[in-house]
């Protein structure tokens, strides 16, 4: 199983970007997907999750900014960022909690398991 990010990139404020992660391999189910953030220096945060059932939860900072979508699938994530501020400078990484997998051995089992992705870099600066 592995994350693959993509979509990062330099903007001005106040511009959008859309960031996405798309899971892959003999996975069965994900039950939560999600972004964090890690800024230089500082420690990773929070930003957005979204259950399989499609639930959403953000992070403070980003409410009303930032929406978190999944597609019908439900292995890839997406996280829309509008109306960005330099605030928002940070690699930005995918998470994706409960992947239910089948580990084909032998013998054949399911496996459940967390992972992140290799993160993208989101740069704000005029």
């Known amino acids: 199983v592995q994350l693959v990010e993509s979509g990062g990139g330099l903007v001005q404020p106040g511009g959008s970007l859309r960031l996405s992660c798309a899971a892959t391999g003999p996975i069965l189910s994900i039950d939560v997907m999600g972004w964090y953030r890690q800024a230089s220096g500082e420690q990773r945060e929070y930003v957005a999750a979204?259950?399989?059932?499609?639930?959403?939860n953000y992070a403070d900072s980003v409410k009303g900014r930032f929406t978190i979508s999944r597609d019908n699938a439900k292995t890839t994530v997406y996280l829309q960022m509008n109306s960005l501020k330099p605030g928002d400078t940070a690699v930005y990484y995918c998470?994706?909690?409960?992947?239910?997998?089948?580990?084909?051995?032998?013998?054949?089992?399911?496996?459940?398991?967390?992972?992140w992705g290799q993160g993208t870099q989101v740069t704000v600066s005029s």
């Open positions: 979204i259950t399989s059932g499609g639930s959403t």
């Open positions: 998470n994706a909690t409960g992947v239910k997998y089948a580990d084909y051995g032998p013998p054949p089992v399911y496996r459940t398991d967390d992972y």
